[in-house]
């Protein structure tokens, strides 16, 4: 198993998105309210281009776990969209740097973890997680966040597990309720 930084060319973010981010969000909005997909896009061609922009970004990473590839992983990682493993789980990252004005840490923010049904359990979480230290450790940041839904209750488990604690809620309204 190896992690790869997924590129940003479109044929890797296109497997990406096919093949890893469709099913976390099925995953997803199937324990989570109110996380249902739009039925009325492309969603591949969307989530795509939403990726590509987002690689673009300094703060913005994505790393990619694959099983069976018979690279060394020393090669190019433009070849991840035809590499011959699967895909089996991913994290993003993004840099959260402190204003000035506040007495806190730069952090690195986990947007997303996922990890495939089959592989759930073999560590691979925690070594997706390990990848996200290390960015925080190599860009001098103090302090890993993330958010997670109140549903998800085997990945609140798993947070708790690693020493994570909650220092915030996030509360929705639709603006037509008020």
Known sequence: MELRRLPATESAVRRYVEELWLPYHHDLEAI?????????????????????????????????????????????????ATTDGDFVGFVTTEIDGAPSVFDRPDRVVV???????PYRGTGLSRRLIDRAVERARNEG??????????????????????????????????????
Not at 47 to 71: M, N, Q
Not at 111 to 117: A, F, N, Q, S, T
Not at 148 to 176: P, S
């Open 111 to 117: 947007g997303d973890i996922y990890v495939r049904e």
């Open 32 to 80: 989570v309210d109110r996380h249902a997909l739009a039925e009325d896009v492309d969603l591949v061609a969307e989530e795509t281009a939403f990726r590509l922009d987002r690689l673009d970004e300094a703060g913005y990473r994505a790393w990619v776990a694959i099983d069976g590839s018979s690279t060394d992983g020393s090669g190019d990682d433009a070849d991840l």
């Open 141 to 178: 940041c103090a302090e890993l966040a993330l958010d997670v839904d109140v549903d998800n209750e085997r990945a609140i488990g798993f947070y708790e597990k690693l020493g994570f604690e909650t220092h915030r809620r996030r509360m929705t309204v639709f603006a037509a309720d008020l």
